[in-house]
């Protein structure tokens, strides 16, 4: 997530001026065509690239808005998960973490730190990248710290270490789906302490709610991350963009110098303006259509997850809480 008020020119450009070197083709060759050799046939009429332009700023606006939808969904959906994890922490914690029995009170504990642990199995699991993944808007990310290098693998065995016993970790890695199969066992565990007596049906049912609320909210971001945009909104919105910066400046071109005869060379910085626009509401666009892909503009599921395990460490009245993640270079992963 972008935390600084305003876009720094390095996460800009990058992005623009290559779009932008290109477009100035077209608008060299209108210059040359109709001011250098004379061509006043290399004119189209200014009305229908006007409506072509309009055309395409719905279809962009249309993209851009189906696009936030996405991202803001994913948000909504790792607030649920923030919430439910308190919930769940709070519940085991008051039905078994204050039993007598110590046996009893440690399996509380394991349960909160398996949560804590699902979190972060989760969101590696959403960031591993798919083939539809937008890796040109991760070039900024992976030439930084945000990037570890390591595997998809160790990093998921090294973060199940720090909450998970040996043979649990073993478990779940060998699964396809780990994340699923830690909420598994949590099921386990509070049938088993159902067994032992010590929740009743109620307490029971309550628990099991709180991890069918976690496997919906689990199941949404997986939703998100396994189904692309359609590719059919996304592809036509950057042909249209491209079909109507080619066209402009031959329609610019006339008009400029009607208004102004000795100032023909203006044609290069209205188009490019007018070419910056439109590259730019496509682009915020692409950045918003898949959330989970270390982009800059993704949710911050790091900072999050960090989040969730201050507040359950600090229920359980942990000594050594971790401290909570802070943006570097303005953005929060």
Same mark, same amino acid.
């Given at each position: 997530m972008y935390t600084n008020r305003t876009l720094k020119l390095q996460h800009v450009l990058p992005r623009h001026y290559i779009q932008l070197l290109i477009h100035f083709t077209p608008m060299?060759?209108?210059?040359? =065509?109709?001011?250098? =050799?004379?061509?006043?046939?290399?004119?189209?009429?200014?009305?229908?690239? #006007?409506?072509?332009?309009?055309?395409?700023?719905?279809?962009?606006?249309?993209k851009n808005n189906s696009s936030y939808d996405?991202?803001?969904?994913?948000?909504?959906?790792?607030?649920?998960?923030?919430?439910?994890?308190?919930?769940?922490?709070?519940?085991?914690?008051?039905?078994?973490?204050?039993n007598g029995n110590e046996e009893v009170r440690a399996m509380a504990r394991h349960m909160v730190m398996r949560h804590i642990g699902w979190c972060n199995a989760l969101r590696m699991q959403l960031r591993r990248n798919k083939v539809w993944s937008e890796k040109y808007y991760q070039s900024y990310i992976s030439s930084t710290q945000y990037k570890s290098g390591q595997d998809y693998g160790t990093m998921? +065995?090294?973060?199940?270490?720090?909450?998970? #016993?040996?043979?649990?970790?073993?478990?779940?890695?060998?699964k396809l789906n780990p994340a699923t199969h830690l909420l598994h066992l949590q099921s386990r565990d509070i049938k088993h302490l159902k067994q032992q007596g010590v929740i009743d049906n109620i307490e029971h049912a309550n628990l099991t709610n709180v991890i069918t609320d976690l496997y919906n909210q689990q199941g949404g971001c997986e939703r998100i991350k396994n189904y692309p945009f359609p590719r059919q909104y996304a592809v036509f919105s950057r042909v249209f963009v491209d079909i109507f910066i080619v066209l402009l400046p031959f #329609?610019?071109?006339?008009?400029?110098?009607?208004?102004?005869?000795?100032? +023909?060379?203006? =044609?290069?910085?209205?188009?490019?303006?007018?070419?910056?626009?439109?590259?730019?509401?496509?682009?915020?666009?692409?950045?918003?259509?898949?959330?989970?892909?270390?982009?800059?503009?993704?949710?911050?599921?790091?900072?999050?997850?960090?989040?969730?395990?201050?507040?359950?460490?600090?229920?359980?009245? $942990?000594?050594?809480?971790?401290?909570?993640?802070?943006?570097? $270079? #303005?953005?929060?992963?």
């Open positions: 060299t060759v209108a210059y040359v =065509l109709y001011v250098v =050799l004379g061509y006043k046939e290399a004119i189209i009429p200014l009305l229908p690239i #006007g409506v072509i332009g309009t055309a395409v700023a719905f279809y962009v606006g249309f996405r991202l803001w969904e994913a948000r909504r959906l790792w607030g649920s998960i923030t919430n439910a994890s308190r919930v769940w922490a709070a519940m085991v914690l008051d039905l078994a973490g204050n998921m +065995q090294e973060t199940l270490d720090k909450f998970c #016993g040996a043979g649990e970790r073993e478990y779940v890695i060998s #329609g610019l071109i006339a008009e400029i110098t009607r208004h102004t005869p000795n100032a +023909q060379w203006l =044609l290069f910085p209205v188009c490019f303006i007018v070419n910056w626009v439109f590259n730019a509401m496509e682009a915020v666009g692409d950045l918003s259509e898949n959330p989970f892909e270390n982009a800059l503009t993704d949710i911050p599921m790091s900072s999050i997850c960090r989040n969730i395990e201050i507040d359950l460490r600090e229920m359980m009245d $942990d000594k050594e809480v971790p401290e909570r993640l802070v943006p570097v $270079d #303005g953005v929060l992963m």
